[in-house]
């Protein structure tokens, strides 16, 4: 059978016992430049509405602070809840889709890491880890540093940055989450002032929060083309030994 360089790599052997020698191939690994591209647009948009969103949250927050000036003016508070809503709705939605798409991209990283070396936190914990509660601040840069070494390169070290500014983001939003009241005040001046205080350090936490998210966007999209290029560089590597390029 003619090897194919376009479709596989060259053919390793196995031999069973007292049986003959059969070449075995292995797929090359799958082209990740396709999804690289979708997430650089995809978390681009997510650090632009979390600017937005961040800017939203300032200006309740301001409001909320000094809501006395603003009690003959219903709309005005409409506005802002409208406007914090409006961002908050199109976070979730950049979020999810970069969620699904970023995953996509981590599985098939592993998936190119595993044909090509041994790979201690398998594909399946490329999408698993994100799912476990505390832990998925830690596992997803632990399996994608994985990755990296079973496909024969070195870890950026953006991994572990990107990481900790995720979490800290991530950390910050819960923070402001608590912080917000849950229910309208009651009629008395002591509650409503309260709502308010507690509304305007809420919305101040979750503004600082999706800053950070800014942060974490930008080194993400760092991160996954150090690894997308790093491995594509390791595989090119085993398929032209020598720096030969035909």
């Known amino acids: 059978m003619p090897f194919d360089e376009g479709h596989q790599q060259p053919p390793s052997y196995a031999q069973y016992p007292g049986g003959p020698v059969y070449p075995v191939y292995v797929d090359p690994p799958r082209p990740l430049g396709g999804l690289a591209k979708a997430l650089y647009v995809l978390l681009g948009a997510a650090a632009l509405v979390s600017v937005g969103g961040a800017f939203m949250r300032f200006s309740r927050a301001s409001f909320a602070a ?55 936190l398998g594909p399946g914990w490329a999408i698993g880890a994100w799912f476990i509660p505390v832990a998925n601040f830690i ?33 910050t939003y819960g923070t402001a989450n608590r912080q917000l009241p849950d229910e ?22 979750a503004a600082v929060a999706m800053i950070i998210y800014v942060v974490a966007a930008l080194l993400a999209i760092v991160m996954v083309r150090a690894l997308t290029t790093g491995q594509e560089a390791a595989d090119a590597a085993r398929r032209n030994p020598g720096g030969y390029r035909p």
């Open 184 to 205: 309208p005040p009651v009629a008395t001046v002591a509650s409503v002032d309260r709502f308010f205080a507690e509304l305007a350090k809420g919305d101040r936490t």
């Open 139 to 171: 596992m997803p840069a632990l399996q994608m540093r994985g990755s990296a070494r079973a496909s024969g390169f070195r870890p950026p070290a953006v991994v572990v940055v990107w990481a900790v500014v995720f979490a800290a983001s991530s950390v």
């Open 66 to 120: 000094d809501y006395r000036q603003y009690l003959g003016s219903i709309a005005e508070a409409d506005a802002a809840d409208s406007r914090v809503a409006v961002f908050a709705v199109l976070f979730i939605a950049v979020f999810l889709a970069t969620a699904v798409v970023f995953m996509i991209w981590q599985y098939r990283l592993a998936m190119n890491a595993q044909a090509t070396g041994q790979l201690g």
